[in-house]
């Protein structure tokens, strides 16, 4: 479930979800694996330790509480990030740059040998992380920089990384005003858990200070790359719970939850799998469980009101996934995860442009996450049947919800969303839906072609077919 503003053409895009019904936070407790490792079968949980050796450990997060509102609104935000995070998409790495990277004069002989030793030196730091040295990866850092650059390993090597590759973009520049500083930007590519996937990529800026004839690390810079913003491993600790198909990853001060998302995650994944339009699931979902103060700050926050969560690409065909913890609702957890998983599944690297075809993302992932259960049995029936009687002007291209929505009005068109895509796997099959989902998202082909293709029918006949349906079952 995704949601956003941006209309079509941007790279950022909607998606949105339903309100779910009020229940009481339960908090249940549950037995925390020791530091020396877990019971046989139990998911390996980690925070800042070496991927081979399990661990939980207490960090500095605190965990924040609200009360239950009258209707939770269960969301995702798909956020569109290609494979490479282009430089001139940077804001605010560095002082005095603004939407661009920061690069000296490849002209400069001076500039070109401090690229050569920066480069060695984040090579060997990539080395040393891969590695397990934390002394290595610290080598290079002056004192002040250590804290930030040892909370940032600590994560990493709790997501399991398994690629970091530094790229150096074009040649340092000279930091004004502070003589023997210099500043460049840094594109990464990195992996976690599998060691053979498609490196996801994130520019970070970073200040230098000569020291002899040695560049030494002042400051790695959290990315603000629009639109993903800044990773939870960039800007938090972590604990971190991994499974056959999923990452689940939150807080110290949350970890206690880490075994049951685990569990979750791993039957959602199970169904999103198969809604892998382009044929091949994630190699690995990863799922980002924030806090308060983590859900403002993760991937650069601002998200409207109403989200519960989203996901965001990251390039490498990857899409991760943030679950708002304070108003996620237990009995909604589930569905909420297996909708998300699957627009993690379903969607191409480059996300979508046109807002006319929310319904079909949405509604997608609205039937993944009903998981085959009846058309009366969907939660959102009554917000659907509010929406088709209040005013809607009967068009699914009109439905992406606005960031003011109200509660209702989001999960009216969820509902709607999801009955348009249930009408078509009813008429047709569920892989011809499929065919019809790629067809548009993926290939970009229009509704009417991509319905003569795909169905033999046309778009116009299908369209009001599938709002007739809707209207019956709403009883609108």
Known sequence: MTHGDEQPGDHV????????????????????????????????????????????????????????????????????????????????????????????????????????RMTTQLDRQAAALLAGDQAGFLAAAEP????????????????????????????????????????????????FVAPDCTPSRVAIGTRWRIVGEEPRL??????????????????SDLAVAVGKRTLVAT??????????????????AEVADRYAVAGTPPDRYLV????????????????????????????????????????????????LLRHELTHAASLPDRGYSDRSTWWLVEGLAEYAGADGRP????????EVRKLVRGGWNGRLDSLAPADDAADERVGGAYGVGYLAVRHLVDRYGEQRMLDFFRAVVHERRSLDEAAEQVFGDPWSALHDDCVAYLRSVAGG
């Open 13 to 116: 895009e909607s998606v949105g979800a339903r309100p779910a019904a009020p229940t009481a936070a339960a908090e249940s407790p549950t037995r925390l694996v020791p530091a020396g490792g877990a019971p046989p079968g139990a998911p390996a949980l980690a925070s800042g330790g070496r991927p081979d050796t399990p661990s939980v450990t207490s960090g500095p997060a605190r965990r924040s509480r609200r009360r239950w509102p009258l209707w939770t609104a269960l969301a995702l935000v798909l956020v569109l990030l290609a494979c490479g995070v282009p430089g001139a998409l940077l804001l605010g790495l560095v002082p005095g740059v603004a939407g661009r990277p920061a690069a000296g004069s490849s002209d400069d002989p001076v500039a070109r040998r401090l690229a050569e």
């Open 251 to 268: 807080t110290p001060a949350l970890r206690a939850k880490l075994p049951g998302l685990l569990a979750q995650a791993e039957a959602a």
């Open 144 to 191: 002040a920089a250590r804290p930030a650059l040892t909370r940032r390993y600590a994560a990493l090597r709790a997501l399991r990384v398994t690629v970091w590759r530094p790229e150096v973009d074009g040649v340092p520049a000279k930091v004004d005003g502070r003589p023997g500083e210099w500043q460049l930007t840094v594109t990464v590519g990195y992996c």
């Open 218 to 235: 002042l400051t790695v810079e959290e990315s603000r790359a629009e639109p993903a913003g800044a990773r939870p491993w960039e800007v």
């Open 288 to 335: 980002f469980y924030a806090g308060r103060t983590e859900w403002q700050r993760w991937y650069g926050g601002g998200r409207p009101k109403w989200t519960a969560g989203y996901a965001v690409g990251v390039g490498g065909g990857h899409h991760d996934v943030v679950l708002n913890a304070p108003i996620i609702t237990p009995n909604g957890i589930d569905d």
């Open 375 to 382: 058309v009366a049995r969907y939660d959102g029936l009554a």
